[in-house]
């Protein structure tokens, strides 16, 4: 049909995942249009942290991922610039409140160790080494230096500029996609954009993006709060959590639960989390959950008890009942892609995700197996 574009690959979702996407494919020379139907970031992505972490995975396929994924993001800082990033390789410290805590913290360590990741013991008299600031009474900790840090906001709009610069990427924002189909993907903004492959980037979003194809994916909203106090001096200097975040990040409760999670920023104000519940999409602002996590961040750090909140904020990640994103081909929809249902790990696995995506299209052998992050995987627990 003449005049109509034809992109080689249409990216729904205009976040961090997205936006690596577009990047990587952009890098290989494929012609791609980004689709979303607000802004850029603006959902879980503008409301996240920015973690890049390993710290947090057990041994296993995420964890691969992730480690795959640190690698590139320092290679993305060297290309696009730190300070563009606000990239922070400042490490992380996981504390524990007792001693059972602790010896179970240092078994997953040597598990993590023993599948590449950098994980140092520190007794409880060598915790105010690492940060001075911290309450006394600890049991001990693990330092995890690869642990790192990017402004999600500013690493994604980088990624789409770069993106955009070698004149193969379109972005088409207040965008809403209607309809999926093979070779085409109906919008209300720009009518029908033919395509030969489609990348469910929706994060939140993904299953009712799924969906328009006919397709099912089960990725459900996960709330979560973050606190950010007043510009401060340096005071906290890794990201610092307590052992429990970690059963958090695993439980897949619907009950909400908290636990310390404590760092600072290249911009001076601390950030604090982090909460998780299953609430839907409301948005509400809920004080309690608000006043118990400057709790539990007075408690880890009680020099923030008197330190002035300015702001809070809130988000959903994308969960998925396994906890692991889906990646890769829809099973009877090979032209359709999924990349979402990263929870709170998708700007952390972001570049090595796109890396998987770029290859499968590219017809590439994959730098890793994908069959654990397989979509097909949720229709098999069905049948």
Not at 161 to 173: E, I, K, P, Q, S
Not at 274 to 296: I, K, T
């Amino acid at each position: 049909m003449t005049g109509v574009p034809h992109y080689d690959v249409v990216v729904i979702g205009a976040g961090m995942i997205g936006a690596a996407c577009a990047d990587a494919l952009a890098t290989r020379g494929m012609r791609v249009a980004v689709v979303d139907r607000g802004p850029v970031v603006g959902g879980t992505t503008g409301a996240g942290e920015g973690n890049l972490l390993v710290s947090d995975k057990a041994p296993g396929p995420e964890l691969e991922l992730a480690v795959e994924s640190l690698r590139l993001w320092g290679e993305l800082a060297g290309e696009l610039g730190a300070r563009a990033l606000e990239y922070e390789p400042k490490g992380g410290l996981v504390v524990a409140r007792d001693q059972r805590a602790f010896a179970e913290l240092r078994a997953s360590a040597e598990l993590q160790r023993a599948a590449g990741v950098t994980a140092v013991d520190v007794p409880a008299d060598g915790l105010r080494e690492w940060e001075p600031h911290l309450a006394p009474g600890l049991a001990g900790g693990v330092h995890y230096p690869q642990d790192a840090q990017v402004q999600p906001a500013l690493a994604a709009a980088a990624l789409l500029r770069r993106a955009r610069a070698t004149g193969r990427v379109d972005l088409l924002t207040a965008t809403a996609v209607t309809g999926l189909a093979k070779g085409r993907v109906e919008t209300d903004a720009h009518g029908t954009l033919h395509c030969g492959a489609v990348v469910n980037a929706a994060g939140t979003w993904g299953g009712e993006v799924a969906a328009l194809a006919g397709a099912t994916l089960p990725v459900l909203p996960r709330r979560g709060f973050v606190l950010v106090t007043e510009p401060l001096p340096p005071l906290v200097r890794h990201k610092v959590y307590a052992a429990d975040y970690v059963a958090d990040v695993a439980s897949g409760s619907a009950d909400l639960q908290s636990s310390a999670v404590v760092e600072g920023t290249a911009a001076g104000p601390v950030l604090i989390g982090a909460s998780r519940e299953r609430v839907g999409f409301d948005r509400s602002l809920s004080a309690p959950v608000l006043a118990r996590l400057a709790a539990q961040a007075a408690e880890l750090f009680p020099v923030l008890r008197d330190v002035r909140v300015l702001r809070a904020y809130r988000g959903f990640r994308p969960y998925l009942p396994d906890h692991l994103p889906a990646i890769g081909p829809d099973p009877d929809r090979p032209w359709l892609l999924h990349a979402c249902g990263h929870e709170g790990a998708g700007i952390g696995l972001a570049p090595a995700t796109a890396r998987l995506i770029a290859q499968l299209l590219d017809g590439e052998k994959p730098f890793m197996d994908p069959a654990a992050f397989g979509p097909g995987r949720f229709e098999k627990e069905e049948s």
